[in-house]
């Protein structure tokens, strides 16, 4: 049974939502959820990956389809590099659904409640907290709520009707999902190239009996291209083509990457989380990791202002600068990513590859190299490796102001 007040309303039981439910309801906070779906963790756009980091948080092995420990990479050209260490798990590829319903699970195991086939219609601030309209499967219904958090993903509907701005990049993630691909045990494939994923790369990930093929780019850089064109004209090229001669289709996916957190996440009694705030990863895409993190952050804070019920500027401030930290790493990740990979002509590229492909770089890459915080092996590259010092301006600059 659900009630009409509560301390906190989430729109959205995707994973973010659901860990931010999970995490508040451990601390006491009276939650509700608000999913729009029949059900959790459908329809989906994921390549699956979810970082180490982010599984042991919510231990939800039981989801995972393969266990990753290393990545074939390709230059525009062909040149192969591979790392990893089948000894350092370095990501797991996951059933999305399965893993989303696990963390809305958690949240419903410590209290919070879900409400499936409901969305808002319109949220009010008042002196008492945030009048909502929800309409729950076609009734609709009046909720009072102390906060009302928006993890309702890169469209989201609590950040647009109060005007919380955009996230500064929006990539486009196309993924077809096929047997029959050669990929190697643990390993996954990346590639580049300007006619495959301009700026960006495409994939094929392991998962389980299937691959998951993709790419992601900026809109702006598609040439009235789609994406679906770019990994048409990828998976038929002269040089692939071989790779995928006995894949088969299974299942298709298109969707949104925001990355670049809003300016202010918190606005008084409203949040927003996850993709809804931008956070995914400028060098991967990834989202999951990156909104736990988020959870992480403001945790403390949001828990003693819900208790408090004493929401003011100050404590507005005080939210948003929890976020200070994942802000300037996600600024530093993507001017990495532009000196390396976006801002990079495809034989600048060859040329950097045939540079990583050097067996003293991979070393290093095997041994600095962190999928979650790319920052560390970017700046060690550009000081120690000789062929990169020439990025080493343009880098540093980025660094700085990026
Ligand atoms: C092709 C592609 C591949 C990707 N691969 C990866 C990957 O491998 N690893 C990774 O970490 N990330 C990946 N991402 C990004 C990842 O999917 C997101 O970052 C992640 O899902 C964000 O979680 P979230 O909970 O913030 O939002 P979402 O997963 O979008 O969840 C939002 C939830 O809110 C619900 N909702 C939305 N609007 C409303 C409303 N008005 N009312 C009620 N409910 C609403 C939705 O139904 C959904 O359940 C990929 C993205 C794309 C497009």
């Given at each position: ?9 989430i ?7 659901g ?16 999913e ?5 963790g459908r329809?989906f756009?994921?390549?699956?990956m979810v ?9 939800a092995?039981?989801t995972v ?18 790392i990893?260490?089948p000894?350092?798990t ?13 963390v ?11 409400l ?22 076609g ?6 709520s ?6 309702d993903?890169?469209?989201?509907w609590?950040r ?7 996230p500064?990049?929006l990539?486009?993630?196309f ?7 050669p ?9 580049t ?12 990930i ?12 900026l809109?702006?850089?598609?040439n ?8 048409e004209?990828?998976m038929?090229?002269?040089m ?15 969707g949104?990457?925001?990355s670049g ?5 918190v ?25 736990f ?6 945790l403390p ?36 990513r532009?000196?390396f ?8 590229l060859d ?25 560390p ?11 990169f010092?020439r ?12």
């Amino acid at each position: 049974m659900v009630k009409q007040n509560y301390d906190v309303i989430i729109i959205g039981a995707g994973p973010v939502g659901g860990y931010l439910a999970w995490k508040l309801s451990q601390n006491g906070i009276d939650v509700l959820m608000i999913e729009e779906h029949a059900e959790v963790g459908r329809p989906f756009q994921c390549a699956g990956m979810v970082n180490p980091s982010a599984m042991k948080r919510i231990g939800a092995y039981d989801t995972v389809l393969t266990r990753i420990w290393g990545a074939r990479m390709y230059s525009p050209s062909g040149t192969e590099i591979k790392i990893g260490n089948p000894e350092r798990t370095r990501t797991w590829s996951v059933c999305r659904k399965l893993f989303d319903e696990r963390v809305v699970q958690l949240a419903i195991g410590s209290g919070a409640d879900l409400l499936l086939s409901s969305k808002p219609i319109s949220a009010e601030v008042t002196e008492l907290g945030v009048e909502i309209e929800i309409d729950v499967d076609g009734d609709i219904q009046q909720f009072l709520s102390r906060m009302v958090c928006g993890a309702d993903g890169a469209h989201s509907w609590v950040r647009r009707t109060f005007k919380m701005g955009r996230p500064k990049e929006l990539m486009i993630g196309f993924q077809i999902e096929v047997t029959g691909y050669p990929g190697e045990e643990g390993r996954l494939d990346l590639f580049t190239g300007d006619d495959i994923a301009p700026g960006f790369f495409s994939w094929a990930i392991p998962s389980g009996e299937t691959t998951r093929i993709g790419n992601w780019t900026l809109p702006e850089r598609m040439n009235d291209k789609s994406c679906e064109d770019l990994l048409e004209s990828f998976m038929k090229s002269p040089m692939w083509k071989n790779r995928f001669s006995n894949c088969k289709e299974i299942g298709r996916f298109c969707g949104p990457v925001p990355s670049g957190l809003i300016l202010k996440p918190v606005i008084n009694r409203v949040a927003v989380f996850g993709d809804a705030a931008g956070l995914c990863k400028p060098t991967t895409g990834g989202g999951i990791g990156k909104g736990f993190d988020q959870v992480d952050l403001m945790l403390p804070k949001l828990v003693s202002t819900i208790i408090s019920n004493q929401f003011n500027a100050k404590t507005t401030q005080e939210l948003n600068a929890t976020l200070s930290s994942l802000r300037r790493k996600q600024n530093k990740s993507r001017a990495l990513r532009n000196v390396f990979l976006s801002e990079s002509t495809d034989e600048e590229l060859d040329e950097l590859f045939s540079v990583w492909a050097q067996p003293e770089v991979i070393e290093l890459i095997n041994q600095v190299g962190d999928i979650d915080n790319p920052i560390p092996l970017g700046i060690k590259m550009l000081k120690d490796i000789p062929e990169f010092r020439r990025l080493a301006t343009k880098g540093a600059s980025a660094l700085i102001w990026g």
